[in-house]
């Protein structure tokens, strides 16, 4: 279950409170999963250029989501809610992204080295200048997607 104290300094901006938050606490920043947001509303959130790397995001509501820019490195998107987010040079570099939902999200100029792709529904994503190989796309849902 998300951590209510996380999900309050996220909604209260990305650049003036959570990132300095991350450096701030730089242990918590490191060890794995230890950013909670599991389950957590952040729907429609500006997120723009938040450090999210290795934070737990399993089955979260992160629909129409502004991400673009964000470090997601190693973070658990797994059953996750991105439908309609903007992706758009985001790093998800080794994310979990089983099982989630990017149904017309835009991925234009995402990182998608080694995340975990599968049963992922990509309907309909934004995948331009995205790096991402055949196998990963494969391995999801793909269904009119721009690429």
């Known amino acids: 279950m998300?951590?209510?104290q996380q999900l309050d300094l996220l909604k209260q901006g990305v650049a003036s409170t959570w990132n300095?938050?991350?450096a701030e606490h730089p242990d918590t920043?490191?060890?794995?999963n230890s950013v909670d947001l599991s389950e957590g509303n952040l729907g429609e959130v500006n997120l723009a250029e938040v450090d999210l790397s290795e934070a737990d995001l399993?089955?979260?509501?992160l629909n129409n989501a502004n991400l673009s820019r964000a470090k997601l490195?190693?973070?658990d998107l797994s059953g996750a809610n991105l439908a309609g987010a903007d992706l758009s040079?985001?790093?998800l570099r080794e994310a979990n992204l089983r099982n989630a939902d990017?149904?017309?999200a835009d991925l234009a100029g995402a990182d998608l080295r080694n995340a975990d792709l599968r049963d992922t529904r990509l309907y309909w994503a934004i995948l331009e200048g995205?790096?991402?190989t055949p196998e990963q796309l494969s391995q999801a849902s793909v269904k009119g997607e721009s690429l």
């Open 2 to 4: 998300a951590n209510q």
């Open 20 to 22: 300095n938050w991350r």
């Open 29 to 32: 920043a490191i060890e794995l």
């Open 58 to 61: 399993r089955r979260a509501d």
């Open 73 to 75: 490195v190693r973070a």
């Open 89 to 91: 040079d985001a790093d």
């Open 102 to 104: 990017l149904r017309n």
């Open 130 to 132: 995205a790096l991402i």
